[in-house]
């Protein structure tokens, strides 16, 4: 489709991502998505479906990267990416990788928190 110069919806990508990673062709699925980020509107399950991948493949040091690219982004990143990281380096048995990401995803949300407090108060 990219070639043809048409851009997939973020549903059609995730499904040929997800089932790129069922039959276990991690490269192939790390080379599409790389070249679709400059194309195709990716969303965040296009993060966790390959941060899950990389967390699968034991690459957990790339699945992080990824992580924080998409917080660069602008967004936060979800509770089902941390879990998923977290999963990942337990399986792997970086236990103390795990701690720090479950205190980061702590820190996030109480700082979140504190924004909804505080565009509560300034309506008020």
Sequence with gaps: MLRCGL?????????LLHLLLAIDLL???SSLFRDAKKRVPLDAYSFGTMIRGLCDAGL???ASSLMEEFE?????PSVVMYTTLIDGCCRRGSFDAARRLSDQRVLQE???QCRRVRAVNMTR
């Excluded at 997939?8 to 499904?15: G, L, S």
């Excluded at 660069?72 to 936060?76: D, L, M, S, Y």
């Design 110 to 112: 109480r700082l979140l």
């Design 60 to 62: 957990l040091d790339v």
């Design 7 to 15: 851009t997939p919806p973020p549903t059609t990508f995730n499904r």
């Design 72 to 76: 660069v982004g602008g967004t936060p």
């Design 27 to 29: 490269h192939t699925v």
